[in-house]
Nanobody, 116 residues
Framework: QVQLVESGGGLVQAGGSLRLSCAASGTNFRFSAMAWYRQAPGKQRELVAGIISGGNTKYADSVKGRFTISRDNYKNTVYLQMNSLKPEDTAVYYC??????????WGQGTQVTVSS
């Protein structure tokens, strides 16, 4: 059974940092694109950052320069380092792994709350 398990969320003051982790199990995601999405209350889920197997990354404009996505293929894990957090970063953060365009997995989400 394929599972993506996020961890590392929590409550932090504005300007602080958090590091999210997403551990994948049940299959090897070495050649998969992986990403972090987030969904704030009343808003649509949006892409935060993505990374392909070769290491190329992309970021939402709102997090460029503050967030860094990385992956450890041996550990089947993807990370999101979040610095200089703002209250508007408050959301549930979801890990996503795409083995193909039609085979996509989601984690259960981890809450990130940034207080002002």
């Amino acid at each position: 059974q394929v599972q993506l398990v996020e961890s590392g969320g929590g409550l932090v003051q504005a300007g602080g940092s958090l590091r999210l982790s997403c551990a994948a199990s049940g299959t090897n995601f070495r050649f998969s694109a992986m990403a972090w999405y987030r969904q704030a209350p009343g808003k649509q889920r949006e892409l935060v950052a993505g990374i392909i197997s070769g290491g190329n990354t992309k970021y939402a404009d709102s997090v460029k320069g503050r967030f860094t996505i990385s992956r450890d293929n041996y550990k089947n894990t993807v990370y999101l380092q979040m610095n200089s957090l703002k209250p508007e970063d408050t959301a549930v953060y979801y890990c996503n792994a795409a083995k193909t365009s039609s085979v996509v997995y989601w984690g259960q989400g981890t809450q990130v709350t940034v207080s002002s």
